[in-house]
RNA sequence: GGAGAGUUGGCCGAGUUGGCUGAAGGCGCUCGCCUGCUAAGCGAGUAUACGGGCAUAAACCUGUAUCGAGGGUUCGAAUCCCUCACUCUCCGCCA
């Protein structure tokens, strides 16, 4: 959520940046003009409640000593009501405003390239090499099932199109590698592990900035408020939400593991096979709650984090920047880390790591405090770190031997106590 | 799921015959005094949001709101009534 203060002062400004990512900007005019009735209103209801303290007080001094007060009863009778009214009027302002306010997106940080779509992203770093095999690579929802560590046709049966089992060393994979995950970040990159709901409440989506907008894209629990986490960054992030956080304790780290519940109403088509896009899926999440002014410094280390993960996998990635056109709702600006996958033949997304500067901390209410200075806003960030099952089928097309075996990363044969996945 | 108790400021804790209580008292914290150092002592201060003064920022002044959330009664509600949420205890059930 922008700062009305802000938008107010700095209209121009606001409507360029929203340009800059290709948002509408047409609704912010009425907005502020709807924001003048509004201030308006208030001023004239508070002199009203203002002038009924005043009399209601007399009226309790003057039935104290006994005397008669009927007439500025009466009066303060029809003024009550009348404030009534004015209340109702501008809660419906108020209503609107935030409405409005709750759907406009982040404004890019001026570091952020421009673009128009993910063709416009800015390559920033390129890490490993994609292995020449000397055979035929196959793709990992093959491996997976001559190998027979997934069963996608009874995830099928059981749930639905886009839920997997994991058997055997494939099950045994996937939790070795969220382990792993979890042991780096929490060993080497002092992040405090949390493990947390895995459903949270609307306000909660609200504060990340899910809702209002992306509803369809999740899934909801019937009769109740709850919803399934499309990320740990919403409970993680919502920790602290309506808190005012010691200024001394920052920055605050915390990485988590969580499954993740994504409808995806748009995605219909798109990687229907295989792990890549699945309803439920494991990610370990990291979150970082700083600073104003260290925010940026936290995002190049955060991304780093995530990337370490994939250096000690041995996994080929690149990191790319995301354009003006291309970032997320609430994001400030993006670096997406993706790895190579041979059975796309190109890199795929496996974490994305955002500054949010202060957008999600004002709708979540996060602040901080240094002594008796006023509350601030901290800045929000989060990356995954990693996707669990991109990671894993990664590793099985990565790694995969002529002979059909997959040998496992050095780093994960202590987890999996075996150095070859086969037969 | 059933029964009961509770939810007040950073923390503890008064306040339920409605009225000068944004809220006693204590602790903590900040500043000052005092002090060879520490401790103790003395004094002052110590919530947040949204408006207005202000054309802009800070400071300051001022108004309004906030005693779990929302609604109601009343000239006036932390105090009375209703609904909901959460916490705790007991019972049942369960992992």
Redesign the pocket.
């Known amino acids: 959520m922008l ?3 802000f938008v ?2 700095n209209p121009e400004e606001v409507k360029e940046g929203l340009a800059r990512r290709g948002a509408d900007v047409s609704l912010l005019d009425p907005f502020l003009k709807l ?1 003048e009735t ?3 209103k ?2 004239a ?3 009203l ?13 003057l ?2 000593s006994g005397q008669e ?1 009927e007439d ?6 029809q ?2 009501q009348r ?2 009214e004015m209340d109702d009027e501008l ?1 419906d302002l108020e209503e609107q405003l935030q409405a409005t306010l709750l759907t406009i997106p982040n404004i890019p940080n001026e570091t952020v390239p421009y673009g128009k779509d993910s063709n416009d992203n800015v390559e920033v770093r390129r890490w490993g090499r994609p292995a020449d095999f000397g055979f035929a690579p196959k793709a990992h929802w093959d491996i997976g099932e001559s190998l027979d560590i997934f069963d996608f046709e009874r995830g099928g049966k059981v749930t639905g199109a886009r839920f997997t089992f994991y058997k055997g060393l494939g099950a045994r994979l996937e939790r070795s590698v969220f382990n792993f995950f979890l042991d780096l970040h929490t060993r080497e990159h002092g992040y405090v592990e949390v493990f947390p709901p895995f459903m949270v409440n609307s306000s909660s989506m609200v504060g990340t900035g899910q809702l209002p907008k992306f509803a369809e894209d999740m899934f909801k629990v019937e009769g109740t408020d709850y919803y399934l986490i499309p990320t740990a960054e919403v409970p993680v992030t919502n920790l602290y939400s309506n808190e ?1 956080l010691d200024g001394g304790k920052l920055t605050i780290s915390h990485c988590a593991y969580s499954a993740c519940f994504r409808a995806e109403a748009g995605a219909a088509g798109r990687d229907t096979r295989g792990l890549i896009r699945q309803h439920q899926f494991n990610k370990v999440e990291m979150v970082k709650f700083t600073r104003p002014e260290d925010s940026y410094e936290e995002l190049e280390k955060l991304t780093l984090n995530a990337e370490r993960a994939l250096q000690l996998l041995e996994l080929p990635y690149r990191t790319v920047c995301l354009c003006t056109g291309d970032m997320g709702f609430s994001s400030a600006k993006t670096y997406d880390i993706e790895v190579w996958l041979p059975s796309y033949n190109d890199y795929k997304e496996i974490s994305s790591c955002s500054n949010f500067e202060d957008f999600q901390a004002r709708r979540a209410n996060i ?1 901080f ?1 240094d ?2 200075a ?2 601030r806003f901290v800045h929000t960030l989060n990356g995954s770190g990693l996707a669990v099952g991109r990671t894993v089928a990664a590793i099985l097309e990565n790694f995969q031997q002529e002979d059909g075996s997959v040998k496992v990363p050095g780093v994960l044969v202590p987890y999996m106590g075996t150095e070859y996945i086969r037969n």
Not at 49 to 61: A, L, M
């Open positions: 700062d009305l203060k107010r002062a924001d509004r201030r308006e208030l001023h209801v508070e002199q409640k203002n002038r009924r303290n005043v009399v209601s007080e007399e009226i309790g001094r039935k104290k007060a500025k009863v009466l009066e303060m009778r003024v009550s404030i009534k809660k005012i602040r405090k002594g008796k006023k509350p």
